[in-house]
């Protein structure tokens, strides 16, 4: 949730929580983590100290190859080097590898957390737009599993409206659509793609992933996703940036010329962008097709004057790949509530996974506020900024970890 240069390899700035629970940026800093030292071995170890000694303890289990992690500053460690933010410690406790950040081979890149990211943000936002043109193909290898940790900037951004929550869940199912790609087709791909008459192409749009997009403006407009012979009935995900503002109306969809029931109102998700955010990287995604030759057609009616559609690519997805959501804390020990943003951010999370499976939730209230006491301070920057001390990060890392361990992939 931090934020500073976001195409700097350095490390962001934190941002921080007011008490009417808005998100204000606030300047970088180091917060230094108190070590703990035991004075007498004859003595017990205070609580706190065989907390930080079991956050640090291998654990054992399912000991995944390929990590990947999406999320804002609370993933990606504002007050620690990469090496020392939870994801890191969470593979070293693992024996796992630590997850990539800007690899010099793009596609390996399994680090996708950045200070100040919203889940539906641009390139430049290292959000969902990011994810989308680093990996353009898809990743060269097979993730083991998803780690994500975000929202709460969307939330904070666009509101908490059943609009707002569905635009952070088409940005989440866009990002985890490219992570988990099997295959991508971009919107310039004629085996792949057919339109109707009325149809344009623009490129570079830091929004999309990276070709190109197209787009009408013409009511009644027809799109086709060409599913292929050997199709194996995977998950589909349709990626329908919203550039700007001008994006609305709405698409009603049918499968070989049957209509679905489905409808995605792209004039309800641009009410809630702002002047300040005016795009998103979103996606649908398309569930329980079978296996085989299919066409998927997405009509678009035009909404307020001057709307138009943009279509961009559609891929398909890996099956069998454990999502690991981390839920952001209700509160910190100073008593911030952070008002409802976390609260509607964590529950926009389970919106949009609910139809995936193996899907796994770690709540962080436990783990940074495990005695609900003033002790608990020392897992928090502070009341204004709350983020993650060093400390914070390792018990962050001791409870994903747990939970990483014990899944058992498809």
């Avoid at 097979?142 to 088409?170: F, K, W």
Wanted: glycine letters at 10%.
């Amino acid at each position: 949730m931090a934020t500073g240069d976001p195409d700097s390899p350095g490390r962001p700035g934190p941002a921080r929580w007011t008490r009417r629970g808005a998100l204000v940026l606030a300047a970088s800093g180091i917060a230094g983590a108190a070590v703990l030292t035991r004075p007498d071995r004859r003595a017990p170890a205070p609580a706190d100290a065989m907390q930080e000694t079991a956050a640090t303890v291998p654990v054992r289990g399912f000991r995944p190859r390929e990590i990947v992690v999406f999320g804002h500053s609370w993933a990606a460690g504002v007050h620690v080097r990469r090496s020392r933010s939870w994801p890191s410690l969470m593979a070293d406790r693992l024996r796992s590898p630590r997850p990539r950040v800007r690899s010099s081979n793009p596609a390996r890149q399994t680090n996708f957390a950045w200070g100040g990211s919203r889940a539906t943000g641009t390139a430049k936002e290292h959000g969902a737009g990011y994810v989308l043109q680093t990996l353009p193909a898809g990743p060269a290898t097979p993730p083991d599993v998803i780690l994500l940790l975000t929202g709460d900037l969307d939330i904070s951004r666009h509101g908490q409206s059943p609009a707002s929550r569905r635009l952070m869940g088409g940005g989440i199912d866009a990002a985890l659509g490219r992570l988990l790609a099997t295959q991508v087709h971009e919107e310039d791909d004629a085996a792949a793609w057919a339109y109707g008459p009325g149809w344009s192409t623009d490129r570079g749009s830091s929004v999309n992933s990276g070709r190109g997009a197209a787009y009408s403006v013409q009511d009644g407009a027809t799109f086709t996703l060409r599913l292929p012979a050997d199709y194996d009935g995977a998950p589909v995900t349709v990626g329908l940036p919203l550039w700007d503002r001008t994006v609305g109306g709405t698409i009603t969809w049918s499968l070989d010329g049957r209509p679905l029931d489905r409808r995605t109102d792209l004039e309800a998700l641009r009410a809630v962008l702002t002047g300040e955010y005016p795009s998103a990287a979103y996606a649908e995604r398309f569930t329980g097709l079978s296996a085989g030759a299919h066409e998927l057609q997405g009509t678009w009616r035009r909404g307020e004057r001057g709307s138009a559609i943009v279509v961009d690519y559609w891929s398909t997805e890996r099956r069998g790949v454990p999502i690991v959501c981390v839920l952001m804390p209700a509160n910190n020990p100073w008593g911030n509530t952070f008002g409802a943003i976390t609260t509607t951010s964590n529950q926009a999370n389970r919106e949009a996974l609910k139809g995936r499976r193996g899907v796994h939730y770690v709540d962080l209230q436990r783990a940074v506020n495990p005695t609900g006491t003033r002790r608990d301070r020392r897992f928090w920057d502070s009341d204004e900024s709350s983020h993650p001390t060093a400390a914070g990060e390792r018990a962050i890392a001791a409870a994903v970890a747990r939970a990483v361990a014990r899944l058992r992939p498809a």
